[in-house]
């Protein structure tokens, strides 16, 4: 299974690219780059600190928990491109966070060295222990996303893929539904437009995740074995 934003959207937490959404707000390359973080470290932290308050304020949906329901029958390996905590919270034991996780910290330095961060704020002056500023764990535009050849693996494997609320224009996520075997069924559930190219074996349920995660989990759910 592979979640964007749209998957925490009915959480209160904002997407990126819809009418609303954080782009509109915020260009990417004055918080979401490398070179944001060497220009203005006080505006990058600034942004992030207030969606970990955002966060914290937020509890998990019906579609995140539907997907913990799923995980009682079938094996559920869930790549998520949000940094959120929602599937974890939601009780879901298999996630691996593609873009980073909002409430870790990781050293400028090092990217190894790795931080639970205690409560919304990360400041200037939190230090690493070698002794440099630590930054959000979050993978900026222009850095490698080291867990992709994971994820390609994962994806391969499964006998069934579902896509949840992502725009599918960012990569290397993107491109994992291309890691898809011949003849595995891609299911992707989001009410928008999708840039997915039409291969014979993807259906798009064009639903809000909550109703659209639902109805599909009744349905695996209520499937006996053959
Ligand atoms: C609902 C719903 C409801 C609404 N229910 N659905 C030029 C400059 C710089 C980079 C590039 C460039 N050209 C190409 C690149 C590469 C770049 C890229 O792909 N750019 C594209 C724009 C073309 N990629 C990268 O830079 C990546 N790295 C890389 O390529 O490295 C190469 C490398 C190799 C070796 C060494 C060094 C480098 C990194 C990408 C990192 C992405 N980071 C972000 C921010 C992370 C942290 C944060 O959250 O702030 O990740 S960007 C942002 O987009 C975030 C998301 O995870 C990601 C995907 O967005 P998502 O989830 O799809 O959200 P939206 O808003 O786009 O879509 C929401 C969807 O929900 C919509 O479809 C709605 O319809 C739907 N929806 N309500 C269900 N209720």
Redesign the pocket.
Known sequence: MLS????S??SGLR????HG?LWEEHSIYDV?TPEAWLRDQDLVLRFYNQRRKQLLESIPNSAHLALVDLEKKFKLTIIT???DDLHERAGSTEVMHL??ELRKARSSVREDLLYDIDGWELKQGDLCEEGSQLRPH????????PMIPKAEEIVNAADLVIV??????????AGLIHAASSGVPVIL????N?EMNKASDTYHLRK??GEGVTQLTDLLMSLDQA
């Open positions: 964007g934003a749209g998957m959207a009915e997407t990126f690219r819809d959404g979401a491109q949000n940094i873009h980073g979050v993978v900026w535009f222009g850095e490698a996303v949840i609320g992502t725009s599918l224009s960012v990569y290397p996520a559930i989001d009410p928008g999708p809000p995740a």
